[in-house]
């Protein structure tokens, strides 16, 4: 996270090998690779290395070289390379671009537009944002053959392979990507399509953020799977702490909170509510201390009037301050908790009812008979 920043994208996948490794792509990273294998620069790594390019950024399908032709005249004065972001490349235009390419002519490297229908669209909006650039799109009522060179965006360093594209430090202004990033922001919060936010998510990610890959190995499925499991609970508790912050953990926050829940002057019902939510704010490090073989009340008594921050270990069975010891709890997590226990005892109260498994009673073994105990004394 300190790598790709609070809205970078992080995922975890298994690893070929036994160790656990981090791989983090910088820049915006999209799935689509080179037209052709001859716009490679590297032979041997088979990648296109595109040093201080300018970008062409198009939702057009390019067939007729003659609609670019003016552009890559001017391109061509400025000898800098040149990133084709489009539909497609294809007709004549595909084997006129290589063939210039491998002439030496310039350095020139085409790739389709990530995504697609109305996502490609805004996909292609965010490399223009991010590169400085403008998408020529008959929606602006902008056509190939007028397009000039203040319309393509520009970047530090383009990677592209066979399979995918890397942009590197674009040149777009600071200001117009943090607005984007605040659209994109406010779409999340929403949208009501768990697919559409993943989508969403990613394209901030690749706007203000990056894409970093925990690549997790070990040497059995087993130890593998658990592996696994540690680190997307690790992830998701770091990502909440990020969210909200943090709080003492063991369950120390809650009964910390005590004093001030006790202080709240009620009658009647809601004096027995408050009473059970006292009662409820014990019960996570009653049931740790109880866990770990040591007596739930008596460490919740000394808890009580121990200092702020300072907690239970239940692991090590001392007293010590828990944040500085790293005994933590994401404060979503634990709000969260509380809300959502609050909510189901509100439920049953009003439904005056609980839906439970039935256990089914046990029949007792039967007795063993007489006669086959003939020979027993």
């Known amino acids: 996270?300190?790598?790709?920043?609070k809205d970078g994208v992080i995922t975890i996948e298994e690893s070929r090998?036994?160790?656990?490794?981090?791989?983090v792509v910088e820049g915006m990273?999209?799935?689509r690779g080179y037209l052709s294998q001859y716009m490679v620069t590297d032979s041997e790594k088979m990648v296109a290395d595109l040093e201080n390019p300018y970008i062409l950024i198009t939702d057009k399908k390019i067939s007729n070289i003659q609609e670019i032709l003016p552009l890559l005249e001017s391109i061509l004065q400025s000898s800098r390379p040149l990133l084709i972001i489009a539909d497609d490349v294809d007709g004549e235009a595909l084997p006129t671009l290589v063939l210039n390419k491998i002439r030496g002519t310039f350095n020139v490297v085409a790739v389709k537009a990530p995504g697609f229908g109305d996502r490609r669209k805004a996909m292609l909006e965010d490399i223009a944002i991010l590169t400085g650039g403008t998408v020529i799109t008959e929606d602006l009522g902008l056509e190939l053959k007028d397009a000039t060179i203040e319309a393509l965006g520009q970047a530090a360093r383009v990677t592209v392979d066979k399979d995918s594209t890397v942009i590197?430090?674009?040149?777009?202004?600071?200001?117009?990507i943090s607005h984007r990033v605040a659209v994109i922001k406010s779409q999340i919060e929403t949208t009501t399509s768990e697919f559409d936010r993943e989508k969403l998510q990613e394209r901030l990610a690749k706007l203000s953020g990056g894409v970093a890959v925990i690549k997790v190995g070990a040497a059995t499925e087993t130890e593998l799977k658990e592996m696994k499991l540690r680190i997307e609970d690790a992830l998701n508790a770091t990502r909440a702490a990020v969210e909200e912050g943090i709080v003492a953990g063991g369950g120390t926050a809650l009964v910390n909170v005590i004093p001030a829940v006790a202080d709240l002057e009620l009658t009647g019902d809601e004096a027995t509510g408050r009473n059970i939510v006292l009662r409820a704010l014990e019960e996570p490090v009653r049931q740790i201390a109880h866990n770990a073989g040591f007596e739930g009340s008596i460490v919740i008594d000394r808890l009580k009037n121990a200092e702020l921050g300072t907690g239970f270990n239940a692991a090590t069975g001392e007293w010590v301050n828990m944040i500085e010891e790293g005994i933590i709890d994401p404060v979503k997590v634990s709000r969260s908790a509380l809300q959502n226990a609050a909510s189901v005892a509100s439920l049953i109260l009003t439904t005056e009812a609980v839906v439970a498994n039935k256990t089914e009673p046990v029949a007792p073994a039967p007795a063993m008979d007489p006669s086959m105990m003939g020979g027993m004394m």
């Open 1 to 5: 996270m300190e790598k790709v920043g």
């Open 17 to 23: 090998g036994m160790e656990t490794e981090l791989e």
């Open 29 to 31: 990273q999209f799935d």
């Open 168 to 176: 590197v430090e674009g040149a777009g202004n600071p200001e117009a």
